[in-house]
């Protein structure tokens, strides 16, 4: 586990330097060493996100399975998500959010709201201006229900606000 503990906190030098191609060996070798850490897993999908030739498929698996060792850490979840929402697999991502706020009420709000904007967002900077209008107002009414549920509102109480006195 020593050695882990090493190559983990070299992972985590390199990481800050900007070096993913080292972070990821790093972080690799401290998975290997020691096969449960969540945070060697949760290193290797952080350090391969700066390395283009590594797919989006193993980056999802090893959050996954940072996951699967740490259930209830919400930024392990919430990076899950992130990554997701840049990949487009918002399904996965949505789950992931959902997850995070679940894993952390007290901080629940947070990730609601990132999911409802980061997920707008996404989508409408991809669709190209022949996309029918509903797309845009399905991802829009996706979204502000997020940020409804962060802000702790109802929808009739918002448009009673909308619509003023």
């Known amino acids: 586990m020593e050695d882990a503990t090493k190559e983990m906190q070299a992972g985590e030098r390199k990481l800050a330097e900007m070096d993913f191609e080292g972070a990821l060996s790093k972080f690799k070798k401290a998975a290997k060493l020691d ?18 030739k590594v797919p989006a498929e193993e980056v999802i698996a090893a959050y996954k399975r940072a996951i699967e060792l740490a259930p209830d850490n919400p930024f392990h979840h919430a990076r899950l998500g992130a990554f997701c929402v840049e990949a487009g697999q918002w399904e996965l991502a949505e789950q992931s959010y959902n997850k995070a706020a679940e894993v952390d009420p007290e901080n629940g709000y947070l990730y609601l709201s990132e999911f409802g904007i980061e997920y707008y967002l996404s989508i409408t900077e991809k669709l190209d201006p022949a996309t029918p209008p509903k797309v845009r107002e399905d991802a829009g009414r996706k979204a502000l229900k997020y940020v409804l549920r962060a802000m702790r509102m109802s929808e009739p109480d918002a448009l009673r606000l909308l619509k003023g006195p």
């Open 35 to 52: 096969p449960a850490s969540a945070d060697a897993y949760f290193g290797i999908a952080e350090a391969a996100l700066g390395v283009p």
